[in-house]
Structure formats: C-alpha cells, structure tokens
C-alpha cells in the first residue's frame, strides 16, 4: 500500500488548491525527543491565507449543494483511510509530537470516531416545518456557515484540527486548517490527505501550517465566517476580540487547570491510579489534565505517598526507541514553563516529593506537596508532568477550593459513596465532571468544552455540531404572490 504522505513529494508545499508552495516558504519539523528534522512543510504567511480562505468560499456554494449522501460518503472514505494508514499515521504523532504510542493509537481511534459522526451528520433532519399563515409554506432549516477557518495546538494535533473540520465539512462548508507550526505533518499534511484520497472537491478544504501570523490572518480574514479556535486562553482572548470587532462566529477551546478531588472514603490505591494519569499522561500536555489534587485531610498524606510512588515508576525518554510512559515535552520554551513554575512553587513554600528534575527534553513526572492556593503551581496551567497536592478540611473547602480558578474545563471526584461524589460534583464550575474517574475523558459524541476561562460555551462532539457549523435561517415560500395593502 502506497504511504499517505511522502515527504519527499510533499516536500516545501501546502494543501490549497491542491499541493503547491506557498508564499510563506518552507520549514523543517522537528522531533522533540531528538532534535533531528523530520520533514520540510510549506508554512504560509498572510497573501497565502487570503488565497485560501478566497478560493475556499469560490469552492463551498457547490459543496453545500452536493447531496447529502455525498458529502457523507466523503467522511467515511476518509475514516477508512485512516483505518487503513493507522500505523504510519501513529508513526508521525509519535516523532513529530513526542507522544507515546498509547496516546498515538488512541488519538487515531479517536479521529476515527469524529468522522464517522461527521458522516451521519448530513443525513439528519436540517430544519423544521413551522406554522404560517394559509398558503404560506414556511420552514426554519439550518444552511452552512460558508468558509469555516480552523486553528489548532499541537498537543493532540490530528484530533483537535479533526473535530472541527469534519463536522464543519459534513454540514457542507469549506474549511481552511491552520495547524500549529510544530505539528504541520500530523496536524495538517495527514487531514489533507485523508481528504484528498476520499474525493472531497478541490478548494473545499485548505491546509496551512503556520504560526501567529498565518492564524490572525486567518482570524480577521473577509471570507471566513468562523473561526473554530483550540489553544491557549490568551490566544483565545485575542481571537475572540478580533472575531468580536468584525462579528464573525467564534468557537473558543481554552486552556485548563483542573481539579481531582480526592474524598475521605475513596479507594486510595485507586484514586492514586487515576491521579497519576490525569496529571502524567502525555507529559501533563493536555487541556484536561490534573493541575490540582484536592485531598481530604485525613488520607491526604496515604494518597500522596501512594501517588509519588506511581510517579517514580514511570519511565521518561524518547517514546519512538524505547516502550516508555512519558515522552519529551514539546519544546525548550514548555520545559522552561515547567521548571520556572516548579521553582516559584517551591520558593513559595512547596515540597518536591519526587520528581522535579530533567535531562534534556524528559521531565520527570513530579509530585508537589504542600501547594496552596496563593502560590504559582496552583494558580496557573502548568502543561507539564506536575501533579500539585493541596490539602482541605471537609467537602466544603474542596468545593471552594476547586472553583478558585477563572478555569472552567474538567473536574473530577473520588469518593466510596456515588452520591457523596455526585452531590460534590454537581457543585462544580466545570464544562466536565466524573464522579469516579479522573479528568482526562472525551467521546466523539458527547458536549465537549468548558467555562470561564476555558471556552467561550462552543461544544464540540457530534450532534452539538449543528449549533457550532450552521445557522438558521426562514424560508417562506407561496405558489402565488398576494398583494399587500399598499
Ligand atoms: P497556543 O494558543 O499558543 O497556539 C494554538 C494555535 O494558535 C496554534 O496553531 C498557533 O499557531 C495559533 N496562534 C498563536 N497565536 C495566534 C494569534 N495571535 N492568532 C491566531 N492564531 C494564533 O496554544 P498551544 O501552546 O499550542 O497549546 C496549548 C494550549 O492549548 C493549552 O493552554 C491547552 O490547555 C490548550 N488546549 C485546549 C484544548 C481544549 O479543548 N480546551 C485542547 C488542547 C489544548
């Protein structure tokens, strides 16, 4: 079977009225864990984007038109292919993100899973029959959007460019995918040719890697009627002021710093388990994962000792030579995020338990004992293998202490008692919350996003995308026109 992306026949270019070099030049991608260039990607700059955001909406009137049954059958080729090159598809998510193979395989299983939803989206009921007056027939039905723009993170690159362009695409718009600029293979080359193998029309979709120029471009940009934007809160706030001043749609999926909540009667053993994934797995570099553990005075210190010991268990090194449980943090400029919150933490009165050190790219996974509210590792999103433990007196102080955050993203609670956990549960300022399981979850078909500083209300997930990638519109029709009074 030939490869889904050759790097050598892609080499320099970009997806924009098929594969071309753009404007914007060329750049290497790099693997995290090694240094060494991968591949060079074409990254474009602002005349690129505006090439592409035109012809993309020159392309959507006749996507938009195309049966139903075909825009579907596009989104489930696509799923088939990415069946079929899982494999080389995990092989790049590994190298260019430096996520562990478990992750890899689970984030194509998931891609998987956003486009076969995808591809049931347009053979859904678009509207409804409304009452009018005698011989009017009036309908309120829900039509695209019309060139929907994409920015996405590089944490969970396929994924999080994925989720909104397949929806966006089903419900018949176009699209043009700026992925970050340290992910444009995984992030950007792999979608393009999903949907270039699976037949979608040229000039339907458009992908630019690129970095904060290309994406405010791309924001402020005449054509695009949306922009579906995954990443930092301070990014998403100045994406939000741009789409606000030019009233364009905006959905906004923010940082995180969220809370497991460790109950007086929780299984400790358990619990622990689900600590240590929420706050180790991927490095820590999820929107979702712990930044807090909020632990019941009474089994504080049992839980934490438990959870350093899971944490020097785990194995740190380069997840493509070697079976490992955490791979590199992304770039020099996350390992000095980590470090310089760590260090702040500790001079404000924090304990390292374990952990706390580096080589090279690999942080260790680390345990802070001792966080309080006032002090760094508490207050911001750390994107990095640091689980922070702050002790509370009762339920109470654990709901209080939970919802001091402007975060509003995931949360989740252990406790023996399912009603105990729930009735703290529901207490919480969060977008998601599991009683009984850590904060780290998502399903292709559930209203994903968050609160506060978290999101502006967008959801994401299967059947929330008809609010996201279409509007309403009322549509009247008489057999003859009748004259008014005057
Ligand atoms: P980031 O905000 O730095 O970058 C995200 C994207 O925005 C990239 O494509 C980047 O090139 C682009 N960008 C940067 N400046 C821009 C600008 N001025 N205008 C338009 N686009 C611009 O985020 P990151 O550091 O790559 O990702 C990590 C952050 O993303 C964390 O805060 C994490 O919590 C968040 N995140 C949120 C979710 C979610 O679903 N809520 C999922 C994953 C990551």
Not at 110 to 117: G, N, P, Q, T, Y
Not at 166 to 188: F, I, M, Y
Not at 345 to 359: D, E
Not at 377 to 406: C, L
Request: aromatic share 6%; net charge negative.
């Amino acid at each position: 079977m030939p490869r889904l992306v050759d790097p050598t026949a892609l080499h320099g270019k970009v997806f924009s009225q098929g594969w071309r070099a753009p404007a914007g030049g060329a750049a290497a991608t790099t693997e995290p864990a090694t240094g060494r260039a991968l591949a060079t990607v074409g990254t474009a700059d602002a005349s690129d984007i505006r090439a592409a955001a035109r012809g993309a909406a020159l392309a959507q009137p006749a996507w938009a038109a195309t049966p139903a049954a075909e825009r579907a059958a596009v989104l489930r080729r696509a799923a088939q292919l990415l069946e079929a090159h899982a494999p080389e598809v995990v092989s790049w998510l590994i190298r260019e993100g430096g996520g562990v193979r478990g992750k890899a395989e689970y984030e194509v299983g998931a891609v998987a899973d956003e486009l076969w939803a995808a591809a049931a989206l347009p053979g859904r009921p678009h509207g409804h029959l409304l009452p009018s007056q005698p011989g009017r027939h009036s309908v309120g039905r829900r039509i695209p959007l019309g060139v929907v723009g994409v920015i996405s993170p590089w944490n969970v690159p396929l994924l999080l460019g994925m989720r909104a362009v397949a929806p966006a695409l089903a419900l018949g718009n176009a699209v043009v995918l700026k992925p970050d600029e340290q992910t444009p293979v995984s992030g950007g080359w792999v979608t393009a040719r999903l949907f270039e193998e699976a037949g979608l029309p040229e000039g339907v979709l458009h992908v630019l890697p690129g970095d904060a120029g290309p994406g405010a471009a791309l924001t402020s940009d005449p054509d695009v009627a949306m922009i579906a934007f995954t990443g930092s809160t301070a990014v998403g706030r100045e994406v939000g002021r741009t789409t606000g001043r030019l009233l364009k749609r905006a959905s906004l999926e923010l940082g995180g710093n969220n809370a497991l909540i460790v109950l007086d009667d929780a299984d400790l053993d358990v619990a622990a388990s689900a600590g240590a994934w929420a706050s180790f797995f991927h490095s820590g570099q999820v929107c979702m994962a712990a930044g807090r553990h909020i632990v019941l005075e009474s089994v504080a210190e049992a839980y934490t000792e438990r959870l350093a010991k899971r944490a020097e268990q785990l194995t740190v090194g380069d997840p493509w030579t070697a079976d490992v449980d955490l791979g590199p943090l992304i770039s020099d400029g996350q390992l000095a995020r980590v470090k310089r919150l760590v260090a702040e933490t500790v001079a404000a009165g924090a304990r390292v338990l374990t952990g706390g050190t580096h080589t090279g790219p690999f942080y260790r996974p680390t345990v802070l004992a001792g966080v309080t509210a006032a002090m760094p590792a508490f207050r911001e999103e750390i994107f990095g293998p640091v689980a922070p433990v702050i002790v509370v007196a009762d339920d109470d102080e654990a709901v209080a202490v939970a919802n001091d955050t402007e975060y509003g993203l995931s949360a989740a609670v252990q406790s023996g008692s399912a009603e105990r956990g729930l009735a703290l549960a529901e207490r919480l300022r969060t977008g998601l919350v599991h009683v009984n399981d850590q904060t780290v979850n998502d399903e292709a078909h559930i209203p994903f996003g968050g609160r506060g500083a978290s999101g502006n209300g967008s959801r994401h997930g299967s059947e929330n995308s008809w609010d996201e990638y279409t509007q309403w519109q009322w549509l009247t029709v008489r057999g003859t026109a009748l004259p008014y009074p005057f």
